[in-house]
């Protein structure tokens, strides 16, 4: 081609070359020499518009579905030339329906071609590199690059370099703080998927480590640790059960409920775990869900401590009352009413529940 260059004014010919504007050394010096051929005019690419996008979704769908599917569309890519025709070539092929709402599942998906697109440039480059996008994958957008680094046991000059490369083929971004985020969101998903299951799991172990060794929010580090095998280490409980009171605390017993549900995966003593299965009762009674009263029934093997044991007994009674189980409340056998209840005659559901409170009291 640069020969070819040497004779343009000569024949009547055109050269179009297209290159990706990538660093380190997979762009042969050569090609920066053609582009500064004085003959030579260099074009930056740049995103597809909103109505660039109209046009390619005009030629792919139905007409009255274009002008809402191709706003969604653009938003969900971005103007990405390469995800907007994978997407609809997704449309084409039926994987999924031409329809806007479907479009909030497209940005989550990461089609087969575009995985081996990234995959391959993933490939070229050195093993730092692709360790380091690996663990922004576990991390998620916004990690700092130290951080990164430090999940990916690459530091110091390597790691900057290996950032820089992933910056110059446009496979993670670097923002103000030397943050990182991937590209697209499709692009870190092809990263995450191509992790083995056992390798990813591991990763956000020790990811769920190292935020607790920085003092990160209990949540953050629950994030990872749901996703994580069981460990055994203190600080996962402990992290688990701080991210379930925050939960409760701003009204999200739903997520509570997860978080503590992982907390007594843990090999925990007998006491303890009696203990969380105690507070995973309480706060699955106010999501109204049935499994309070057979974690509440274990826990009572494990429950020395009669004020616990009383308000255990008191949760219980309230899951049964919820399931329309009252019966199951006065055949509790420990829950013997003392006498000025006893006295009454009469089977009352409730005076149980204040019966076990009185009398651990």
Do not use: C, K
């Amino acid at each position: 081609l640069r020969y070819l260059a040497q004779r343009m004014t000569e024949l009547p010919i055109s050269v179009v070359v297209a290159f990706r504007t990538a660093g380190g050394d997979r762009g042969p010096a050569q090609l920066g020499e053609l582009a500064a051929h004085p003959l030579a005019e260099r074009l930056e690419l740049q995103p597809l518009s909103r109505e660039a996008t109209s046009v390619l979704v005009a030629r792919a769908v139905a007409a009255e579905r274009v002008p809402e599917l191709a706003e969604a569309l653009f938003e969900a890519t971005g103007g990405n030339p390469l995800y907007v025709q994978e997407l609809l070539r997704a449309m084409r092929d039926g994987d999924v329906a031409a329809r806007p709402d479907e479009v909030v599942r497209l940005a989550r998906l990461s089609p087969r071609s575009i995985s081996r697109h990234v995959f391959v440039r993933l490939a070229r480059l050195p093993l730092p590199a692709r360790s380091l996008a690996a663990a922004l994958a576990v991390l998620g957008d916004g990690a700092p690059l130290a951080r990164v680094g430090a999940l990916a046991e690459v530091a110091g000059d390597e790691l900057a370099a290996s950032a820089d490369v992933l910056a110059a083929e446009e496979i993670v971004a670097v923002g103000p703080g030397e943050r990182l985020a991937f590209v697209h969101p499709l692009v870190g998903e092809a990263v995450a998927a191509d992790m083995p299951p056992v390798q990813r799991g591991r990763s956000h172990l020790r990811a769920a480590r190292l935020l607790a060794e920085e003092g990160a929010e209990p949540e953050e580090v629950a994030a990872h640790l749901l996703v994580a095998p069981v460990t055994g280490e203190d600080f996962a409980t402990e992290a688990l059960v701080r991210a379930a009171v925050r939960a409760s605390e701003r009204g999200a017993p739903e997520h509570a409920v997860h978080y503590l549900r992982r907390a007594i995966d843990e090999p925990l003593e007998a006491g303890r775990r009696a203990g969380l299965l105690v507070e995973l009762a309480r706060v699955e009674v106010t999501v109204g869900d049935p499994r309070a009263i057979a974690d509440l029934e274990e826990a009572m093997s494990g429950l020395t401590d009669p004020v616990t044991r009383g308000r255990a007994r008191m949760t219980l009674g309230r899951a049964l009352e919820a399931h329309g189980l009252t019966v199951g409340v006065i055949a509790q056998p420990d829950m013997h009413a003392p006498a000025p209840f006893a006295a009454l005659g009469r089977p009352n559901p409730v005076l149980p529940i204040r019966a076990g409170y009185l009398a651990s009291h």
